[in-house]
C-alpha cells in the first residue's frame, strides 16, 4: 500500500497570509502513460462532508477558489492557500489515487491565528 | 444537481452485521465508479471500497477484507454496503462518495454520512 504523510498536523496563519501544507507519498504516483500524478486535495468542514479541491496535483476543481493551488511532483506535493480567510479554517487531506487501497494523509489542521 | 444520501447507520453490538445504503440522484449512476470513505471519531479519512460502474470490478482496504461486501443496484441508483462481523473499531461515519470520470479515485462528489456505531 502506498503511505501517504502530510507536514505539519496543525498550522495557525493569520487572515491574509498563506498556509503550505505539504505531501509526500511512499512511492512516486506518476503514471509514465499519461504524465499525470494521481494526488488530489480535500476541505473537510466541520460537520459537512469532504470537498475535492485539487486533482491530478495541480488542477482545480470547478468552483474552488484560485486561492487554493496545488504544486509537486514525483513523491512530494504542497497545497498552498493564499490570502487565507476566515472560511477556509478546516481539515486538510492529500490522498493518492494511483493504486488501490486508495489513503489519506492523516489530515492538517488549520487555524486563524 | 448531484445528491448521494447514506442510510442505515446505527447502534449495533460487536460481532453484528448492518447494511449501509446510498441513493444517488442528480447523473447517471451507472457511469461511474463508486466509493464508501469512513472517518472513526477524531481520527482521518479512510478508504474502504469501490466498485466498477457494472459491478464486475471491486477493491476492499485490508482491514474489511472478508468481512464487508460492497454492492450496486444501478436500476434503483444505489449503493450498499453489507458490514458483518462488526467490530469496535469500525465505529465511524460512512460517506457514499464518486469517483470522478477520466481516470482514477478522486473522488468529487460525497453524500452527508451516516454514523455507524460498534458497541455493547
Known amino acids: 500500500d502506498i503511505v501517504v504523510t502530510q507536514s505539519p498536523d496543525s498550522l495557525a496563519v493569520s487572515l491574509g497570509e498563506r498556509a503550505t501544507i505539504n505531501c509526500r507519498s511512499s512511492q512516486s504516483v506518476l503514471y509514465n502513460s499519461n504524465n499525470k500524478h494521481y494526488l488530489a486535495w480535500y476541505q473537510h468542514k466541520s460537520g459537512q462532508p469532504p470537498k475535492l479541491l485539487i486533482y491530478?496535483?495541480?488542477t482545480r476543481e470547478s468552483g474552488v477558489p484560485d486561492r487554493f493551488s496545488g504544486s509537486g511532483s514525483g513523491t512530494d506535493f504542497t497545497l498552498t492557500i493564499s490570502n487565507l480567510q476566515a472560511e477556509d479554517v478546516a481539515v486538510y487531506y492529500c490522498?493518492?489515487?494511483?493504486?488501490?487501497?486508495?489513503?489519506f494523509g492523516q489530515g492538517t489542521k488549520v487555524e486563524i491565528k | 444537481e448531484v445528491q448521494l444520501v447514506e442510510s442505515g447507520g446505527v447502534l449495533v453490538q460487536p460481532g453484528g452485521s448492518l447494511r449501509l445504503s446510498c441513493a444517488a440522484s442528480?447523473?447517471?449512476?451507472?457511469?461511474?465508479?463508486m466509493s464508501w470513505v469512513r472517518q472513526a471519531p477524531g481520527k482521518g479519512l479512510e478508504w474502504v471500497a469501490n466498485t466498477k460502474q457494472d459491478g464486475s470490478e471491486i477493491h476492499y482496504v485490508d482491514s474489511v477484507k472478508g468481512r464487508f461486501t460492497i454492492s450496486r443496484d444501478n436500476a434503483k441508483n444505489s449503493l450498499y454496503l453489507q458490514m458483518n462481523s462488526l467490530r469496535a473499531e469500525d465505529t465511524a461515519v460512512y460517506y457514499c462518495?464518486?469517483?470522478?470520470?477520466?481516470?482514477?479515485?478522486?473522488?468529487?462528489?460525497w453524500g452527508q454520512g451516516t454514523l455507524v456505531t460498534v458497541s455493547s
Open positions: 490522498q493518492q489515487y494511483y493504486s488501490t487501497p486508495w489513503t
Open positions: 491530478w496535483a495541480s
Open positions: 462518495a464518486r469517483e470522478s470520470v477520466g481516470g482514477g479515485g478522486k473522488l468529487d462528489r
Open positions: 442528480g447523473f447517471t449512476f451507472s457511469s461511474y465508479w
